[in-house]
């Protein structure tokens, strides 16, 4: 099994478990491997030391009082960050994946009929229920002109699941 140290473009940073170095490259040129806080398919391998369990316990990561794409999108690399900063950055990250773990599990998945299914609730034709999906930005324009709240979500495509 190999443990691999991942990053984005963003600078996010997350460990991959392959079978073998072929099995990373084999997922990774299939666009299976995936950031899991931006979803981004650019990703590339960072140096990695083994690991080694020495008994010790990690400290829990503070929950940082806000995060997001934007905010990760303006900090440095994260091997150019100070030890402090790169803890507060995991944090941002595990706060946002929990977040979004979070919404897909206590939402339904309408995928493209996002619009469709989000307007007859609107309208009354059918019972309202927490969705979530996908809607073009144009159509995402025409359901807020027609007073119908929306908000784009960057979630993971792999949200809904255990992610390793």
């Known amino acids: 099994m190999k443990v691999l140290d991942l990053h984005c473009p963003l600078g996010h940073v997350f ?20 950031c899991p806080v931006c979803g981004d398919h650019d990703v590339t391998k960072r140096l990695s030391a083994p690991r080694l369990n020495l008994g010790a316990q990690p400290s829990a990561p503070r929950t940082p009082a806000g995060s997001g794409r934007e905010a990760a999108a303006q900090l440095p690399p ?14 941002l990250q595990a706060a946002w994946m929990q977040w979004s773990r979070k919404v897909a599990a206590n939402t339904e998945n309408v995928g493209d009929r996002f619009a469709e299914e989000v307007r007859r609730m609107h309208y009354g034709e059918i019972d309202e229920r927490a969705i979530r999906g996908q809607a073009s930005p144009r159509q995402a324009m025409e359901l807020m002109e027609e007073g119908i709240g929306v908000i784009p979500l960057a979630l993971p495509e792999g949200g809904s699941g255990k992610l390793q």
């Open 78 to 91: 994260a091997a150019e960050l100070s030890p402090q900063a790169r803890e507060h950055l995991q944090a």
């Open 15 to 34: 460990e991959g478990w392959f079978a073998s170095e072929d099995d990373f490259q084999n997922q990774l040129q299939r666009k299976l491997v995936q």
